[in-house]
């Protein structure tokens, strides 16, 4: 009971029924929400009243006559199909309206590709980069559009605030648009059943002034570290980090990054030396030399990491590997 | 098949398709429509049984925001999403496929059509003994997956096909086809050989109602309950063949790796729902039609009234049962076909409201003026008549398009339909089976145990299923292991409101059984209902009636008297009346 009360004094709950209205389609499609929430509470009502009603007043009691009743009333029951009708026919086009609005994005939109997996998002941006927090981030009072794909099977893309829903289909783009009005950090859903961890498939879409999304866009993608320090933060922001820790702890999932380059790897087709060639071998094409003790679960890497994010992640490897062991600059320069 | 107009071979007890034959093999190769239905009963309920605990350990589940019935470490946490994927994909198949579809038809509709049209039998008698083992083979493939789970569970052990269910009873591509557990081919064949079930048995009651009416009852002089059942036959027919192609088109992609709905394969998920919903649409109208045929005749028999608006009720059945092709786009609103599409299917959903609302009112109009007993029965018809219009009211925030989208794929869906199949399904055959069960049984049930059962179910259910409304409208997605803290106090309501319909049930399941066992000996019109079933005795002996019955209107009960010393109603004798009095003469020796 405590926790109820919680969410009702909560303002990111919202009402009793829905959400806070975080976009330029919620406030409509709540009005006709609450039509229709009042339209069936009448007629409830009324079924209710008069079931109630009748039951009450021709319950059966001893002695009690047969009442004389109509079988049917033609002009009665057509009254009650007509009315209903007209009813459902305003509903429809209310509907139809407000679904056209959030079906057809501005054609200046600014554009966002979501691209699903089992069982997470990425975000790509125009500028070829994809979010690095797990996060969508997306600017206050722009129209904004969402390219849907997926790469393995059928996911959701939901996000309440914005009372926006479509389905992230494999081998087609579904779009979908919002222009959101509030700033904040609020839920995404996958809607869809996608498998073990659909339900642990939940993202924050972070709606941010212009200005700050603006820089948070630019800086993406780490363009401006040097090779090492960018393949630490590929190795943040690409997943890697679910599965291979650079510490040396086991994750279960796969081998540690910590001194992997320059070792020798045992996998299932031979041992090999972790030297540049092997690393970019096995990063552009996963699992292509299996690991023993491990299930080949690295998803695909084409389009997320391209031959430079490699490059950075190798300059990255080399400075946590003990193997590898740079000779030092020769203090003087070559006898001759 | 034996000769049975003169049961005089016992003296007390007169014969009844109980008692006419005995022995194993008298039951296994009967041709009986009632020692069908009978088993039919069996294997339905028993279907619903192991469906309803599955609910009950998924809304256990569900109690805390992660699942608290396995341990708390991550190690736990796949196995801990797999039982509860497993858990709602069972839930869903062994529902739909196994009880909700055969529940009214192949039970009630077996057991009461050939009597409510005065015949002896069905018209194919072993086409209907071939649907019952039809539908007996496809749960054991259902049983299969189940005993999988549990061997290999337990002691990991592998059945071939045999472990683990977790795509949801709609099999979803490309999910079903390329990741799921291998336990899928067996549910997927299962739910293939049930369909055939369904099939036969629509083709038999279609040719039964076209062939075998007797003679004065007219189209428009059926019993309602039959015109519902002809109807849902009517697209048993059209429409499970569409499932049964679907389905095999699924297993070849799986198996064979033919392309069809897997993008990777060069398929189109997409397509898969679009087959998948042209029957599962229709389907839905299997399920309620014929608790809409129950509740129309408990209506009136209870409230001792003729029924209301008798052709605007039969021909809303039709209505009903032909638009139902027209709308399973409904459930691609968010898939992604193109918006012209999503128009016309949110357009052509309105139009199943109307007859649905019709009949709501008809039911009204026939309680008017009335004379109600409060009746097990009546009371689960009265519940009925509530939670369909919730229902009902429900499915039009999901036909509007711009409300469905946010709502798709949340609880508010899952709420709605099932105040649709459960509130208005369920309670439709527990309304049916209390009607029936004196003259299926020939034993009368206590009626106060009955309407308390009547009445918890009805709390429960609303404990249930009202909060998943709310926690959908606020977002929360259909098919989570886990979920935010904040949906917990509605998860909560929500088990307890499970709990409750367990027991409500458990309680009809006594009632029953005790009545079995100890209950008073029916009359063979209890209720003073005027449909033929009520002319022949309680139970029905073998042949149904000595000679062919001639009638008139089913909903006129002027003719019948309360009879207090059999506790039952008898048929007053009107010079040149009809010869449809003519049960065995146990059941009127006082009129005479």
């Known amino acids: 009971?405590?926790?109820?009360?919680?969410?009702?004094?909560?303002?990111?709950?919202?009402?009793?029924?829905?959400?806070?209205?975080g976009s330029q389609v919620a406030q409509d499609t709540d009005w006709l929400f609450f039509f229709v929430y009042w339209v069936s509470v009448f007629f409830f009502l009324l079924i209710l009243v008069l079931l109630v009603g009748f039951a009450w007043k021709y319950r059966y009691r001893?002695?009690?006559?047969?009442?004389?009743?109509?079988?049917?009333?033609?002009?009665?029951?057509?009254?009650?199909?007509?009315?209903?009708?007209?009813?459902?026919?305003?509903?429809?086009?209310?509907?139809?309206?407000?679904?056209?609005?959030?079906?057809?994005?501005?054609?200046?939109?600014?554009?966002?590709?979501?691209?699903?997996?089992?069982?997470?998002?990425?975000?790509?941006?125009?500028?070829?980069?994809?979010?690095?927090?797990?996060?969508?981030?997306?600017?206050?009072?722009?129209?904004?559009v969402f390219v849907l794909t997926s790469t393995d099977v059928l996911h959701g893309f939901y996000m309440p605030i914005f009372r926006i829903k479509k389905d992230v289909v494999p081998g087609r783009y579904n779009k979908i648009w919002v222009q959101a009005t509030m700033e904040g950090t609020f839920d995404i859903f996958c809607?869809?059943?996608?498998?073990?961890?659909?339900?642990?498939?939940?993202?924050?879409?972070i709606v941010e002034s212009r200005a700050k999304f603006v820089e948070w866009v630019n800086n993406l993608g780490g363009g401006k570290l040097p090779p090492a320090a960018r393949g630490k933060y590929l190795w943040n922001t690409r997943g890697c980090s679910s599965c291979h820790s650079t510490d040396g702890s086991a994750t279960g999932k796969a081998p540690t990054w910590k001194d992997l380059f320059m070792s020798q790897v045992q996998t299932m087709d031979g041992m090999h030396v972790a030297d540049?060639?092997?690393?970019?071998?096995?990063?552009?094409?996963?699992?292509i030399h299996p690991i023993a003790g491990f299930q080949p679960i690295m998803p695909p890497?084409?389009?997320?990491?391209?031959?430079?994010?490699?490059?950075?992640?190798?300059?990255y490897l080399k400075t946590i590997s003990k193997d590898y062991h740079p000779a030092a600059l020769p203090a003087s320069g070559p006898s001759k | 098949?034996?000769?049975?107009?003169?049961?005089?071979?016992q003296e007390s007890k007169p014969d009844n398709y109980l008692t006419h034959t005995r022995g194993?093999?008298?039951?296994?190769?009967?041709?009986?429509?009632?020692?069908?239905?009978?088993?039919?009963?069996?294997?339905?309920?028993?279907?619903?049984l192991i469906g309803g605990s599955f609910a009950v350990l998924l809304r256990t589940s569900l109690w805390t925001p992660n699942h608290w019935m396995f341990p708390s470490d991550p190690a736990h946490d796949a196995q801990a999403k797999l039982f509860y994927n497993n858990m709602f994909s069972l839930h869903g198949a062994v529902m739909v496929f196994m009880f909700i579809i055969p529940a009214i038809p192949a039970i009630l509709g077996n057991f009461m059509l050939p009597i409510m049209l005065g015949a002896k039998d069905v018209a194919f008698p072993r086409l209907n003994l071939m649907s019952l083992y039809i539908y007996f083979l496809g749960a054991t493939f259902f049983l299969w997956v189940l005993l999988g789970g549990i061997l290999r569970t337990a002691f990991n052990i592998h059945l071939p096909f045999g472990y683990g269910l977790d795509t949801g009873w709609t099999f979803y591509t490309p999910f079903s086809t390329s990741k799921a557990e291998d336990g899928m081919v067996a549910g997927v064949t299962g739910a293939f050989i049930l369909g055939f079930s369904s099939i036969l048995t629509g083709v038999n009651f279609v040719t039964s109602i076209h062939t075998l009416r007797p003679k004065g009852m007219t189209w428009f002089r059926m019993p309602l309950f039959l015109w519902a059942i002809y109807a849902t036959s009517i697209i048993q027919i059209l429409a499970t063949p569409v499932l049964a192609i679907t389905l095999l088109l699924l297993l070849a992609e799986r198996l064979l790796h033919v392309g069809i709905f897997d993008s990777s394969l060069g398929g189109d998920p997409v397509l898969f729902q679009h087959f998948f919903w042209f029957y599962s649409h229709p389907a839905v109208y299997i399920m309620i039609l014929p608790g809409m045929g129950v509740i129309s005749e408990v209506i009136s028999v209870h409230s001792r009234k003729h029924i209301f608006g008798y052709n605007f009720i039969a021909l809303s059945s039709v209505a009903l049962a032909l638009l139902g092709f027209l709308v399973w786009g409904h459930h691609l609103f968010v898939a992604g076909q193109s918006n012209l599409a999503d128009s016309i299917f949110s357009l052509l959903t309105f139009s199943v409201a109307i007859p649905s609302a019709v009949k709501v009112f008809n039911w009204l109009g026939t309680l008017y003026r009335s004379s109600i007993r409060f009746t097990p029965a009546m009371l689960f018809a009265m519940g009925f008549i509530l939670l369909f219009t919730v229902g009902g009211l429900t499915g039009l925030f999901l036909g509007a398009l711009a409300v469905d989208v946010p709502l798709h794929d949340t609880y508010f869906v899952i709420a709605h339909f099932h105040y649709v199949m459960v509130g208005s399904m369920l309670f439709a055959f527990?309304?049916?089976?209390?009607?029936?069960?004196?003259?299926?049984?020939?034993k009368m049930v206590n009626a106060n145990w009955g309407r308390a059962a009547a009445i918890m179910l009805f709390i429960g259910f609303n404990t249930t299923f009202f909060p998943q409304f709310v926690m959908g409208a606020h977002g929360s997605p259909r098919r989570w292991a886990t979920y935010p803290a904040e949906f917990q106090p509605y998860h909560q309501i929500s088990t307890v409101g499970a709990y409750m319909m367990a027991i409500s049930l458990i309680t009809v399941a006594l009632n029953w059984i005790s009545a079995l066992l100890w209950g008073k000996p029916a009359p063979a019109n209890p209720w003073g209902g005027n449909t033929l079933e009520w002319h022949c005795a309680s139970p029905p002996p073998h042949d149904n009636f000595p000679t062919p019955p001639v009638v008139d209107d089913p909903y006129n009960m002027n003719n019948w008297e309360y009879d207090k010393s059999i506790d039952g109603w008898v048929k007053r004798d009107i010079p040149g009346g009809s010869q449809a009095g003519a049960a065995p003469d146990r059941t009127r020796p006082v009129t005479h």
């Open chain 1, 276 to 287: 540049e060639n092997y690393i970019h071998e096995v990063i552009s094409h996963p699992n």
């Open chain 2, 24 to 48: 194993f093999k008298s039951w296994v190769l009967t041709l009986d429509h009632k020692r069908i239905g009978l088993m039919y009963m069996i294997f339905v309920l028993f279907a619903f």
């Open chain 1, 301 to 315: 890497t084409e389009g997320l990491i391209n031959d430079k994010d490699i490059s950075d992640i190798i300059a």
């Open chain 1, 62 to 144: 001893e002695g009690q006559p047969v009442l004389d009743a109509p079988k049917h009333n033609t002009a009665l029951e057509l009254t009650w199909t007509f009315i209903p009708t007209l009813i459902v026919i305003v509903i429809f086009y209310y509907g139809f309206k407000g679904y056209l609005k959030m079906a057809v994005p501005p054609p200046d939109s600014y554009e966002v590709d979501v691209t699903a997996h089992m069982w997470d998002y990425t975000f790509a941006y125009p500028n070829g980069q994809i979010s690095d927090d797990t996060n969508l981030h997306i600017p206050v009072n722009t129209p904004v």
């Open chain 1, 191 to 205: 809607t869809q059943y996608c498998g073990q961890d659909h339900s642990s498939m939940r993202r924050k879409v």
């Open chain 1, 1 to 21: 009971m405590n926790a109820m009360l919680n969410i009702l004094a909560d303002a990111n709950w919202g009402g009793f029924w829905m959400p806070p209205q």
């Open chain 2, 1 to 9: 098949m034996s000769i049975a107009e003169h049961p005089s071979h």
């Open chain 2, 430 to 442: 527990l309304a049916g089976m209390y009607h029936w069960f004196p003259k299926m049984f020939g």
